[in-house]
C-alpha cells in the first residue's frame, strides 16, 4: 500500500505511529477487514483481529469517552512497506503526573520495534 501521512500520525525514524479510531475499531469487531484496511491505509494482521477483548474495551471507551480519542490505540506501521508490526497507546487518557512517570522510562536503553515508539507516543501534548 502507498504511504499517506495523516495529521495525526506521529513519525520516527523507523515507525509510523496511526491512530486507531472509532470507525477502524467498529469494522475489526464487525469483521470487515477491506473497511478497516481501507480506513487503516494498511494491511490488518490476522494477530490484530484476533485480540477482540482488546479491540472491544477500546472501542467501549472511545464511545464512553470522547477525550480519550487522541490517546487511543495506535498501529505501528513500518515505513517501508506500512506492514502493522504491533501497537501502543496508553490505557487512559493520561493526567501530567502520569506523563511525568512514564517519559523517564524512554531513556532506558531499549530495543525492538516498541522501543523506537515509547518516545514517539509520549510526545502527544497533554490538554489537561
Do not use: N
Not at 504511504?3 to 470507525?23: F, H, M, S, V
Request: hydrophobic letters at 40%; a negative charge.
Amino acid at each position: 500500500m502507498q504511504q499517506e501521512t495523516r495529521a495525526q500520525d506521529i513519525p520516527t525514524p523507523r515507525l509510523l505511529l496511526r491512530l486507531l479510531d472509532y470507525a477502524f475499531l467498529d469494522a475489526c469487531l464487525r469483521g470487515r477487514v477491506a473497511e478497516a484496511r481501507a480506513l487503516l491505509g494498511a494491511d490488518v494482521p490476522t494477530e490484530w483481529l484476533a485480540e477482540v477483548d482488546f479491540i472491544a474495551r477500546r472501542w467501549q471507551q472511545l464511545r464512553a469517552q470522547p477525550d480519550y480519542a487522541s490517546f487511543a490505540p495506535r498501529a505501528l506501521l513500518r515505513h517501508d512497506d506500512l506492514t502493522m508490526v504491533g501497537h501502543c497507546g496508553f490505557h487512559t487518557a493520561p493526567d501530567a503526573d502520569y506523563l511525568r512517570e512514564h517519559r523517564a522510562l524512554a531513556q532506558c536503553p531499549r530495543q525492538g520495534e516498541y522501543g523506537k515508539a515509547a518516545p514517539a507516543i509520549q510526545s502527544i501534548e497533554f490538554y489537561g
